[in-house]
């Protein structure tokens, strides 16, 4: 069977602004600093806490720069985040989340991730096997699985991160410790925080549950080194 094999245009990384989790919020930000890249990122998708009277950030939006590149992408197309950590969207493309909701249920205090994957037709790999796709996509439940073994894995994985973060914010929501609710922020707010941060607060063994605590120690070691 024919398997997708990323050409190497780079391409994905002038296409669209970049999805992060909370938690790639952190390590993004703090990867731009090490490298002292400037880099533009906001709040996405919020849940409004009630008790601290602000917006908790499950996802934020990391913007293409003014070449319309990500400010990441080398001059020659290289990911300067690859051998570090490349976000979770960048390794799970082409097959990206096409509608990310988050369900919230305030009677058993619940935040349930719902995402659809699709297969982005702006990727050429995919327009030239857009005939095999579409006859198997929806045909075959292990296509994709065995289509792009890689990106399907990196996928499974960010669901399973997206997971960890609404599982732990449903248990604080439990606890009384925060108050959840749907509520767009206002214009121009900044009343935000982000979920990592905000659950690392009690979860001190977050960055092992998600399995990134090394990727912070060697930026944090980087970081020493050039201080
Ligand atoms: S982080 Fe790397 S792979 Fe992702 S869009 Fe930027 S340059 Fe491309």
Redesign the pocket.
Known sequence: MIRFKCSLT?L???ASP?TLQSFEEML?SLLAESMSIDVEIAPAYTIYDALSNQWIALSYT?YLNDDN??????KNN?????SIY??F???T?PYVPREVQYLVNSELKLIIPQVVYGVSTRCPVIEAHKPLISKYFEADANFIKEYMPNEYRAAMEAERARLVITTLLSNLWREGLVELMQKPPPMGSDRFINAYSLLQRYNPRLPYILGIHGVVEKIKLAKAAND
Do not use: A
């Not at 590149?69 to 080398?74: D, K, V």
């Not at 290289?78 to 690859?82: P, R, S």
């Open positions: 780079g994905c990384c002038k970049i993004v990391l590149r990500c400010p990441f992408l080398s290289m990911c300067l985040l690859h490349k976000p969207i960048c390794r493309y």
